[in-house]
C-alpha cells in the first residue's frame, strides 16, 4: 500500500511538471526567439562598430576590445529580457551574484595580469608611443614592434627582442626619441697647450657648421672645460635629425673625421696622454745610479 501512494505521489507530480512544462512552451518559445534576435543584432552592431572604431582608430588591438565588449553588452540585454519572459528573474540575480563573488576572487588572483590589461587599454588610448618608434626604458633601447594589451615588444638594437608589460612602460618614464625627432651630439677633444685658443674655437665652429644633417635654427655651441693632464680640453655640441639610432652615432663620426682633418691642416696638435715613469728615485739620486743599486741588489739574491 505504501509503495501505491508513493507511485500516485510521484505521478501527481510528474503530472504537475508537464503540465507546467507545455504552459512554458509559448514563454520558452519567445524567449529563444527574443535571445536570437539579439544574437544576430550584436553580430551587426559588431560589425557596426569596427566600421566606426577603423574611422576614429588605428589601435587594432583596442578596436577589438570594444568591438567584443559591445557585442558582448548586447548578448546580455538579449538573455536578460529572455530570462524576464521565462520568470527567471530571481535565478539570474543569483547568477550575478555569484559571478560577482568568483570576479573579485579572479581580481585579487590575477591582479597582475589586470593591472597589464587596463594599462594596455590606457596606452591604446593615449598614444604615448606607437609601433615604428624609438624608444628607451631601463637598459632596453630599440624600436617598438608590437603592442598588445598586455604587453609590449622591444626589438634592441642588437637585434634582442624584449617582452615588457605594459604596466611598466604606463607608470615608470621612458624616452620616446620618436616623438622629438632631434638630439644633441657632444663631442670631447683636447688640445696642446701651446695652441691659440680662439684659433682653435674658430676653427672647430666653422668645421662642425659645415657638417650635413645640422637642425636648423640650432645653433653649435663650444666650452673650454678644463686643463687636462696633457692637454686644454674642450666640448662642442650640435643637433642633429633622429630618424633613427644611427643618426647620432653617424654625425659623431664624421664630425671627429673633420676636427681631425681641419687641425692637421692648420697645424692645431691634439696631444698624447703624458705619464711619468717612477723608478723610485729619491734625493737627487740619477737614474743610472739607481738602476746600478737594482742590479747588484738582484745579483746579491741570487747568489
Known amino acids: 500500500m505504501q509503495l501505491n501512494k508513493a507511485v500516485n505521489l510521484l505521478m501527481k507530480e510528474l503530472e504537475t511538471w508537464l503540465e507546467m512544462a507545455v504552459k512554458a512552451i509559448p514563454n520558452l518559445v519567445l524567449a529563444l526567439l527574443v535571445f536570437s534576435i539579439f544574437w ?21 588591438a583596442v578596436d577589438g576590445l570594444i568591438e567584443n565588449f559591445t557585442s558582448f553588452l548586447v548578448m546580455c540585454l538579449g538573455l536578460f529580457l529572455a530570462l524576464g519572459i521565462l520568470n527567471l528573474d530571481k535565478t539570474l540575480t543569483s547568477l550575478l551574484a555569484g559571478a560577482g563573488v ?39 633601447f630599440g624600436e617598438v614592434t608590437s603592442i598588445d594589451l598586455r604587453t609590449t615588444s622591444i626589438t634592441t638594437f642588437d637585434g634582442l627582442e624584449a617582452v615588457l608589460p605594459n604596466k611598466k612602460l604606463f607608470t615608470e618614464s621612458f624616452i620616446n626619441y620618436t616623438s622629438t625627432p632631434v638630439i644633441r651630439v657632444e663631442l670631447g677633444v683636447g688640445v696642446s697647450y701651446g695652441e691659440d685658443l680662439d684659433r682653435v674655437e674658430q676653427i672647430t665652429l666653422d668645421t662642425i657648421k659645415s657638417l650635413d644633417g645640422l ?22 655640441r650640435f643637433w642633429v635629425g633622429f630618424p633613427d639610432n644611427g643618426a647620432m652615432l653617424k654625425a659623431k663620426h664624421e664630425a671627429i673625421k ?4 681641419a687641425f692637421d691642416e692648420n697645424d692645431i696638435s691634439i696631444p698624447f696622454p703624458i705619464r711619468t715613469l717612477d723608478f723610485g728615485i729619491k734625493g737627487g739620486e740619477n737614474l743610472k745610479h739607481s738602476l746600478e743599486n737594482v742590479f747588484s741588489q738582484d745579483k746579491e739574491l741570487s747568489n
Open 40 to 60: 544576430f543584432l550584436a553580430r551587426y552592431v559588431r560589425l557596426g562598430t569596427r566600421k566606426l572604431m577603423n574611422r576614429v582608430n588605428s589601435n587594432k
Open 102 to 140: 568568483i570576479g573579485l576572487a579572479l581580481g585579487f588572483a590575477f591582479q597582475e595580469i589586470a593591472s597589464n590589461f587596463v594599462s594596455g587599454v590606457f596606452i591604446a588610448f593615449r598614444q604615448p608611443y606607437q609601433i615604428g618608434d624609438i624608444i628607451k626604458i631601463d637598459d632596453f
Open 215 to 236: 637642425v636648423p635654427g640650432k645653433d653649435v655651441q663650444f666650452f673650454y672645460d678644463e686643463f687636462g693632464g696633457s692637454s686644454i680640453n674642450f666640448i662642442t
Open 258 to 261: 673633420r676636427i681631425k682633418k
